[in-house]
């Protein structure tokens, strides 16, 4: 009989020639452990999903909860259910007067799909602008304004009337004008490096867009729920979106996204014709259950400071040769080294120490720190101890 591993290489289908490979037996905590017998430190939490950890009991609980309640009942928009309800309020209250309403979905890209749809309707516009570098997701109408040829060339043609635009420059900022329908972006970039928006330039994008009635978009897909050390970034630079995009850490493990905009744009989802944006599963109940108690834990447990905490530790821990620096915000960091070889070098042998760090899409001298919020100090102090010797050893 075939065994799960030989399942997954003959018949699971496969992104790359060089899958990780690691067979999870359990995840709690910060750790995985492996069939093989092996504890292992995630530091990358499923890339910025486990904020609280793996299997956090009162997410557990309110899984089985609700399990017990009803699964699926109806496609999305029809039925009132209880979990979808509150965790849309809880939500809400979170975020400023012209975001407080939210449609669900089932995963990032799946968000932004519906806020580019959203755009398109409320503005009757058409043109849309990126920016280079940026990852906004895999579906078509994502991987339009994702701004990485690579990636983007295979499927040609995509969406037409989309721009790039460079981060953090002011260059061509008049291509931003009364024809466009969006501006889509990450305030800090994930996938190209882990860059932060300067504020003032961020500032000036959101003047340009009022200006012309553009709708700006912010894709928090990576970066909400805690993880930069306010429930979403935008919060730290007095910028406000039209449209904002989240899942990932949304759903404390479990698949679930959203976007959220005023009552007003959200009209155009209503009419012309009726039920013009509907999917089955968003907001799944077992999902809006997790949901709902993964960020009541948040709040309660004051882990967004707790992400500051981190971003000081990992800043103040790892200096010296090798280090180019490290940034980002809160448990949104990339250490960047001096080179490739290097990069490749510690991740391997972070990995034999079994502590699984990860890669960024667009770099491959950065390597992704985003461990999840909970982390005990002591095994926080391990990995910046383990990091630094690697490194040092080396460079
Ligand atoms: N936007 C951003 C900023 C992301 O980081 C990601 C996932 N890495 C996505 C969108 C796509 O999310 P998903 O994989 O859930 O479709």
Redesign the pocket.
Known sequence: MNTSKDNFYQFVAQTSDFPIGLEIDRAESCFFYTKDGKKIIDFISG?AVSSLGHRHPKVVQAIKEQVDKHLHVMVYGEFIQKPQSDFAGLIASQLPESLKRVYFTN????S?EGALKLAKKFTERSKLIGFKNS????SHG?LSVTGRDVYREPFLPLLPDVHFLTFNSYENLDLIDEKTAAVIM?PIQ??GGIVPADKTWLQEIRKRCTEVGALLIF?E??SGFGRTGSMFVFQQYDVVPDILTM??AMGGGMPI?GFASSNEIFEAFKNDPPLNHVTTFGGHPVSCAAGLANLQVLLDEDLIQRAKWIEEKVKSGLTGRGIVEVRGKGAMLGLELASRELTQQVVEAAMEKNILLGWTLHSNTLIRLAPPLTIPEEILDLVIETLKSLISEFA
Request: hydrophobic share 15%; proline share 0%.
């Open positions: 890339i995963s990032g890209t799946e932004n990852y906004h997701g895999d994502s990450e994930g996938e894709d897909i990576q899942a990932k996204g």
